[in-house]
């Protein structure tokens, strides 16, 4: 029986694109996803995001542009000859700054893309081989079992490198913490493609914390393997908390009838009535099985119940 200890996870930070999430150390040029630690390749804490490098060279190399109009209008000044060429030599300077810098404005985001896919053109080698030292500074932390610093940077590396591998040691970390509801859990970006018992277990851990983590990556994973999740010792209720998390939208249910009309008798009274609810607003003609089971069940079930009245 492993021990679970308590633990509190630093707070990760959830970002809407993956390379959102490196940074750069300012010292040896190494980028990394663990800003958190000291460099692994110089031991240093100077870093800078990704994201900001490239807004810092996009800012300098409109700063540049601007520096050169004004040099120009500086240039023209010198040159003119009279006051009508320096007052047009003003007016031609501002027009050109304004225009620059509206321009600049206007193309700011577009500059930012293009000049992170230059930069990822040019490093993705490196970027690689510095990835695959954070992911040996995890392993050292897993094998040392430190398992809560070990399992903070493979959520890091994680959404940079998606791997089964570091899927699945994420797993191993998990399944030693004593898990709890204010904690920041991840289940979605834990889904292995082969069937893991370790990663069923921690399924039904979730179910009972945070039911609404379980996604459409989830419930496939559960469909998938249905037969041995059954075989487990909570299968049948991670089967049953699975359909009733599939009553989230209509979506699911036309994606997952099949599979749900199975369990339509195992599911708890609050949820049938949900469902009850979808089938009474949907007349679907591909839903027809769930209709007759889902009426069939509460016929037998909750015959007389005030609650089921509408729909009998």
């Not at 996803?33 to 990704?50: A, D, Q, R, W």
């Not at 000044?77 to 030599?89: D, P």
């Not at 791997?163 to 292995?192: A, G, H, N, W, Y």
Request: charged fraction near 30%.
């Amino acid at each position: 029986m492993i021990e679970r200890k308590l633990v509190k996870l630093k707070e990760f930070s959830h970002t809407p694109y993956s390379y959102e999430k490196l940074s750069y150390c300012l010292n040896c040029n190494t980028y990394t996803t663990l800003s958190h630690k000291p460099c692994i390749s110089c031991g240093k804490s100077k870093f800078i995001s990704l994201v900001k490098q490239i807004e810092l060279i996009t800012k300098t190399h409109y700063a540049i542009h601007n520096i050169l109009i004004i040099m120009a209008f500086f240039t023209a000044i010198a040159f003119s000859a009279n006051f009508n060429q320096i007052l047009l030599g003003v007016f031609a300077a501002f027009a050109a700054l304004a225009l620059q810098i509206f321009v600049q404005r206007l193309y700011y985001k577009k500059h930012i893309q293009y000049t992170l896919a230059r930069i990822v053109r040019e490093d993705i080698g490196k970027m690689k081989e510095d990835m695959e030292q954070d992911l040996q500074s995890a392993m050292k932390d897993f094998e040392s079992e430190s398992f809560k610093d070990a399992y903070e940077s493979l959520r890091e590396i994680g959404v940079i490198i998606q791997s089964d591998f570091i899927r699945e040691l994420k797993i191993q970390c998990l399944k030693r913490f004593e898990l709890r509801k204010d904690m920041d859990l991840e289940l979605d970006t834990l889904i292995v493609e082969d069937y893991n018992e370790d990663l069923i277990a921690y399924i039904y851990e979730i179910i009972k914390l945070n039911n609404d983590l379980i996604t459409k990556k989830v419930m496939d994973y559960i469909v998938r393997y249905e037969e041995q999740v059954l075989d487990e010792r909570n299968g049948q209720a991670i089967i049953i908390n699975t359909c009733e998390a599939m009553l989230k939208s209509k979506g699911y249910i036309d994606i997952y009838k099949d599979f749900m009309v199975k369990y339509i008798v195992y599911m708890r009274k609050n949820r049938l009535i949900r469902l009850c609810s979808l089938l009474a607003s949907n007349n679907k003609p591909d839903w027809q099985e769930l209709y007759e089971e889902t009426f069939r069940v509460i016929k037998e079930k909750y015959r007389g119940d005030a609650s089921f009245g509408a729909y009998l």
